[in-house]
């Protein structure tokens, strides 16, 4: 039994040693790839494009979902140094240089939302997962002037009017042209003529009466005649027809609609609380259409969307 425990043990060791041998060659690869990489980065051979490219657009995927991160802490990178900033600065602290607007982040197939990281199709303005704006909206549009700024040589930040930085003692703005006063002209009202009434004189015509022509009353003869009895006329009883009504069919009940998953638009059975597919929890009584229309701009959208791509409302599921 020695005999075959101490093989055993051998042959654990050996194992383990081939392992880190293993692994030691995959590092190795690795860091000939990387340093093949960093040098013809931009003028590898034919047949290393398509792995560069692969390289290259990981490398971007990995630098957005960091900025990303960031923004989610509240912080922002500084794109010259890579320090970690407050996300109101407008220099960075470490290397001095100016940090302009967060911009939508892109690795040139897809926009990625900086509310839930979501991946949208370039030119979509709303994400339709949370219903955030992906892109700013064009100069002048729905944006109000800004209330407070910064000085564009120290960064020190301004009041609002405030014409000169009070730390650096540059000029920010010019001062406001005076207004020229408006004079008002007295408003000369016309005189009204009023025209004369003419009245014309009134002709009075006189009145004919029609003469009174009495006739006499004339008395009509009264006239008595005997009663005569009616005859009494028996007439046979006629039996009414019987009408026999047609029978009226009811209308089938209509077939209710089939209950779809408002979540992977899958059809779910009836009496089922949850959805088979992806669990999503239904809504007793209802049934969920396959398509839907946005209230606000019309557009037809699959059901499943929580927000319009084309305007960003709320689509209420």
């Not at 995927?61 to 990303?68: G, P, S």
């Amino acid at each position: 039994m020695a005999f075959f425990d101490e093989a055993g043990r051998k042959a654990r060791e050996i194992g383990a040693e081939y392992e880190r041998q293993t692994a030691a060659l995959e590092d190795a690869y690795s860091a000939l790839g990387k340093a093949y990489f960093l040098k013809h980065e931009n003028d590898a051979e034919n047949e290393f494009v398509e792995h560069l490219a692969a390289i290259t657009a990981a490398k971007r995927r990995a630098e957005i979902f960091k900025e990303l991160h960031a923004r989610a802490r509240g912080v922002r990178i500084c794109p010259q140094c890579g320090v970690e900033l407050m996300a109101g600065s407008a220099f960075c602290n470490v290397c001095g240089a100016k940090l302009g607007a967060l911009e939508p982040l892109s690795d040139g197939e897809h926009i990625y939302c900086d509310n839930c990281a979501s991946a949208m199709p370039i030119g979509q303005r709303f994400c339709s997962s949370c219903g955030a704006l992906l892109t700013p909206p064009p100069e002048g549009e729905g944006q109000a002037a800004p209330v407070g700024s910064v000085c564009k040589k120290c960064g020190a930040p301004l009041a609002d009017g405030q014409l000169f930085c009070t730390a650096c003692g540059e000029r920010v703005a010019d001062a406001p042209a005076a207004e020229a006063p408006v004079i008002e002209e007295p408003v000369v009202e016309a005189p009204v003529v009023e025209a004369p009434v003419i009245e014309e004189p009134a002709i009075e015509e006189p009145a004919v009466e029609a003469p009174i022509v009495e006739e006499p009353a004339a008395e009509a003869p009264v006239i008595e005649e005997p009663a005569a009895e009616a005859p009494v006329i028996e007439e046979p009883a006629v039996e009414a027809p019987v009408i026999e009504e047609p029978a009226i069919e009811e209308p089938a009940a209509e077939e209710k609609p089939a209950r779809l998953c408002p979540n992977c638009g899958k059809e779910v059975a009836e009496g089922l609380r949850f959805c088979t597919s992806c669990g999503t929890k239904m809504i007793d009584g209802e049934a969920f259409p396959r398509e839907k229309i946005c209230p606000a701009c019309g557009k037809v959208l699959p059901a499943s969307l929580r927000f319009c791509t084309g305007c960003g409302t709320n689509l209420g599921i």
